[in-house]
């Protein structure tokens, strides 16, 4: 079993439409959380980041941990045909922030 | 600042041909690391280094090798490629290894594919 799971879809969506992506953990250690946005071909780059549980907002996207239920969420409003790549999550340890394990990916596509 | 940059964008090699994935940053981080990025497999940590002179390995070390001379360079080497590493490479960077603060930035990508 993997330590990170991620659907990986792909998931398609109308224009305007909000997203919801998904990931589970196995270990409780885990202290930081992260959501990197791969456009096709490139690097990833990091969208959002959280410390420990709770949520954290930024624009249209937010993201959601909860460490009781080892589950984290991202959610995008209004969904733009820019959004369109793929969405990792990302996880690692308090005293190992550098070691990211990563999930499998999601692969999202916004129609006009 | 260039960020993180990687060359070859990409490589094609045969079987037990060896060669060098160079990485370089400029923007004084202490922490690099190398990952590869296969389909359904989202990125695994192949090696790491916390400083100049300081590497050790990460989930899939194995066929692989690094060496840090340099706060700015982090070469990975394939010793003898195999059909099994094709894939996409990525280098990334971090002020450092502990820590809450410091977002990971990751290269363009080197695409190797190995026959």
């Known amino acids: 079993q993997k330590e990170v799971e991620q659907d990986p879809g792909p998931l398609s969506v109308p224009e305007g439409a909000i997203v919801s992506l998904n990931c589970t953990y196995s270990?409780?250690?885990?202290?930081?959380f992260m959501w990197y946005r791969q456009y096709s071909r490139k690097g990833p780059e990091l969208l959002m980041y959280?410390?420990?549980?709770g949520n954290k907002e930024d624009g249209r996207f937010t993201a959601q941990v909860d460490k009781s239920s080892k589950y984290i969420s991202l959610f995008i409003r209004d969904s733009q045909p820019s959004d369109s790549a793929t969405y990792l999550c990302?996880?690692?340890?308090?005293?190992?922030?550098?070691?990211?394990?990563f999930g499998q990916g999601t692969e999202l596509s916004v129609k006009p | 600042n260039a960020g993180v940059t990687q060359t070859p964008k990409f490589q094609v090699l045969k079987t037990g041909q060896s060669m060098t994935l160079q990485c370089a940053q400029d923007?004084?981080?202490?922490?690099m690391s190398w990952y590869r990025q296969d389909p359904g497999m989202g990125l695994r940590l192949i090696h790491y280094?916390?400083?100049?002179?300081?590497?050790d390995q990460g989930e899939v070390p194995n066929g692989y090798n690094v060496s840090r001379s340099t706060t700015e360079d982090f070469p990975l080497r394939l010793l003898s490629a195999a059909p099994s590493q094709t894939s996409v490479y990525f280098c990334?960077?971090?002020?450092?290894?502990?820590?809450?603060?410091?977002?990971?930035?990751f290269g363009p990508g080197t695409r190797l594919t190995v026959l």
């Open positions: 990334a960077s971090r002020w450092g290894d502990r820590g809450i603060m410091g977002e990971q930035f």
């Open positions: 270990n409780s250690a885990f202290q930081y």
């Open positions: 959280t410390y420990s549980s």
């Open positions: 990302a996880m690692s340890l308090y005293n190992q922030g550098g070691k990211l394990i």
């Open positions: 923007m004084n981080h202490e922490y």
């Open positions: 280094s916390v400083g100049a002179g300081i590497t």
